[in-house]
C-alpha cells in the first residue's frame, strides 16, 4: 500500500525562490571573510564620502542667533544652507540607491518574474527623478561662501543653542597664530594633530575621501560607457568596423594619461573635472578589447541567431541579449580599475599637480607631511597613507574574487 503524504510534504520544490545568477555570484564572492571586511570597508568610505559635511565641518546644524537691534530672534540651520551643489547631487544619489534597496527588500517574496519587471520600472522611475534633481540642482543652486567663524560667535555668546558636527572643524579651517597649534601632535582637541597651516587632520582625511572616490567612480563610469558602446560594436559588426575601431584603441592605448594629465594642469590649471574626465577618455580601452572578445564568441550563439531571425532591433540584440551574458569580465576588470585611479590621483595630488588647495587629497597630505631625511610629521602621513592603501588593496581583493569566482576553471567556485 503506497504511502499517503501530507500536503506540506507534496509542496513542489518550485514552490522554492529559485536564485537568479547574479545572487549566487554574490554569494559566493562575498563568502571569505576578508572580501566581506574589504566591501564593507569600501561602502563606509562611500558613506564618508557623502555624508562628511556632517561629520566634520565648522557651520552647526542648527543655532539661535538672539535678538539685538530691533531684530527679533530667529533660529537658522547654516550648514543646511551653505551646502555646496556637489553635496545635494550626492544626496539625492544616496537617496535613490536607499530606495531602490528599500524596495528590492520589500518585493522579495514576490514570484521571480513579477519581481524583476518591477524592479526594472522602479528603477526607471527612481533612475529619472534623481537625473531631474541632479539637473535642477546644478542649474538653480547657487554656492554661498560662508567664512563666519561660528565657534567663536558660540564661545562669545552671540549665538545660542549651537549644535555642531561630531568634528567641528572644515577642512580649510586654521587655528589662530596666536595658539601656536601649527603641526603640532595628536590631543584632545585635535585627534589626529594639526598640519603646517593649523588645519585638523581628521577632518582633511575625510574630506579627501569625496576626492578619491568621486575620480575613482566617475572616471571608470566614463570608461566604461565608452569601452561598452566601442566593444559592442567591434565585436558584433567585425570587418571593417573592427578594423577601424581597433586603430582607435591603440592610437588611445598609446596615450600616457599620466603626462597628458600634466600637459592640461600646465595649460588650463588644477582642476578634479580634468583628472576625472582624462582617466576616464583614456581608461576604456581595456574594457573596450575585453567585451569584444566576449561578443566575438556571444554572436554566433544559438540564442543570439534567433533573436536575429525574430527581427529584434539592432540595440535590443546588442544591449539586452549579448551584453548581460559579456559584460562579467568587464566588471571584474572595472574594479582594478578603480584602485588605479584613485592611485594614479593621489600621485598626481603628492607632485603638487592634482587637485586644487585647499581641497584635500591623500596625496597632497602626503607631500604635506615632510620628507623623512629632513622634517618629517609623522602623524599627517599615517592617517592617509592608510587610508590609501588599504582602500587599494579593498578594491584589489573584492576584484580578484570576482574574478576566481566567474571563472569558469575554477573548481572551486562552486
Known amino acids: 500500500m503506497p504511502e499517503t503524504l501530507s500536503p506540506a510534504a507534496r509542496t513542489p520544490e518550485s514552490t522554492v525562490p529559485p536564485q537568479t545568477f547574479w545572487s549566487r555570484v554574490r554569494s559566493r564572492v562575498f563568502r571569505p571573510w576578508m572580501v566581506k571586511f574589504c566591501a564593507g570597508y569600501i561602502a563606509l568610505v562611500c558613506l564618508i564620502a557623502i555624508f562628511v559635511p556632517f561629520l566634520a565641518t565648522g557651520k552647526p546644524y542648527t543655532c539661535i542667533i538672539p535678538a539685538h537691534h530691533g531684530v527679533p530672534m530667529r533660529r537658522e540651520f547654516p550648514l543646511f544652507r551653505d551646502l555646496t551643489s556637489v ?38 522611475m527612481v533612475t529619472v527623478a534623481a537625473v531631474i534633481a541632479s539637473v535642477l540642482i546644478v542649474t538653480l543652486h547657487h554656492n554661498q561662501l560662508d567664512a563666519t567663524n561660528y565657534r567663536s560667535l558660540a564661545a562669545h555668546g552671540e549665538i545660542t543653542h549651537a549644535v555642531f558636527a561630531p568634528i567641528p572643524w572644515g577642512y580649510a579651517a586654521m587655528e589662530p597664530l596666536g595658539k601656536n597649534l601649527i603641526n603640532k601632535l595628536p590631543s584632545q582637541r585635535h585627534w589626529l594633530g594639526t598640519d603646517g597651516d593649523g588645519r585638523d587632520v581628521l577632518s ?27 566593444g559592442a560594436m567591434t565585436g558584433y559588426f567585425s570587418g571593417i568596423v573592427d578594423i577601424l575601431f581597433m586603430r582607435l584603441v591603440e592610437i588611445v592605448e598609446s596615450i600616457p594619461s599620466f603626462f597628458l594629465i600634466l600637459t592640461f594642469v600646465a595649460i588650463y590649471g588644477r582642476h578634479i573635472f580634468y583628472i576625472m574626465v582624462i582617466l576616464g577618455v583614456t581608461g576604456w580601452t581595456g574594457y573596450a578589447r575585453l567585451l569584444r572578445a566576449e561578443f566575438l564568441h556571444l554572436r554566433q550563439l544559438d540564442y543570439v541567431t534567433a533573436a536575429e531571425a525574430a527581427g529584434l532591433p539592432l540595440w535590443r540584440v546588442l544591449f539586452r541579449h549579448i551584453l548581460p551574458n559579456g559584460v562579467t569580465p568587464v566588471l571584474v576588470s572595472a574594479s582594478f580599475g578603480l584602485a588605479g585611479a584613485v592611485t ?29 631625511a629632513t622634517v618629517f610629521h609623522w602623524w599627517q602621513a599615517l592617517g592617509p597613507g592608510m587610508m590609501l592603501f588599504i582602500t587599494v588593496l579593498a578594491f584589489n581583493i573584492v576584484g580578484e574574487s570576482f574574478r576566481d569566482t566567474l571563472d569558469p576553471r575554477n573548481v572551486n567556485a562552486g
Do not use: C, H, K
Not at 349 to 372: C, D, F, I, K
Open 87 to 124: 553635496s545635494w547631487v550626492l544626496l539625492v544619489v544616496a537617496a535613490a540607491l536607499a530606495a531602490q534597496t528599500g524596495y528590492g527588500i520589500l518585493t522579495r517574496r514576490l514570484p521571480p518574474d513579477l519581481r524583476r519587471r518591477r524592479r526594472r520600472i522602479w528603477l526607471a
Open 204 to 230: 582633511r582625511l575625510l574630506w579627501s575621501t569625496r576626492v578619491a572616490m568621486g575620480i575613482g567612480f566617475i572616471s571608470q563610469f566614463i570608461a566604461l560607457a565608452i569601452g561598452v558602446m566601442v
Open 344 to 372: 594614479i590621483e593621489s600621485s598626481l595630488s603628492y607632485l603638487g599637480v592634482g587637485v586644487r588647495p585647499p581641497t584635500p587629497s591623500w596625496g597632497e597630505m602626503l607631500n604635506a607631511a615632510g620628507n623623512p
